[in-house]
Nanobody, 124 residues
């Protein structure tokens, strides 16, 4: 059974940092792109960042570019999202997604597997 499990969420003040982790089990994701998405209350799920199979190519939503960094450790089947300079508008449930093509994707429909989400709350 394939599972993606996120961790690292929490409550942080504006300007602070958090590092999210996504541990995959049940199958290796080393040949697939991975992504992070988020959903704020009353809003649709939106793309945050994606990384290709090798980790050599990344792509970010404009709203997080320069503040967030996605990375992966394929040997450990884990993907990370380092979030710096957090803003109250970053408050959302953050979801890890896997199983897209090898290049990664900003489209949620391209992913086959999803984690349960981890809450990130940024206070002003």
């Amino acid at each position: 059974q394939v599972q993606l499990v996120e961790s690292g969420g929490g409550l942080v003040q504006a300007g602070g940092s958090l590092r999210l982790s996504c541990a995959a089990s049940g199958r290796p994701f080393s040949m697939y792109g991975m992504g992070w998405f988020r959903q704020a209350p009353g809003k649709e799920r939106e793309f945050v960042a994606t990384i290709n199979w090798s980790g050599g190519t990344t792509y970010y939503a404009d709203s997080v570019k320069g503040r967030f960094t996605i990375s992966r450790n394929s040997a450990e089947n884990t993907v990370y999202l380092q979030m710096n300079s957090l803003k109250p508008e970053d408050t959302a449930v953050y979801y890890c997604a896997g199983g897209a093509n090898s290049y990664g994707s900003s489209r949620s429909t391209d992913y086959n597997y999803w984690g349960q989400g981890t809450q990130v709350t940024v206070s002003s």
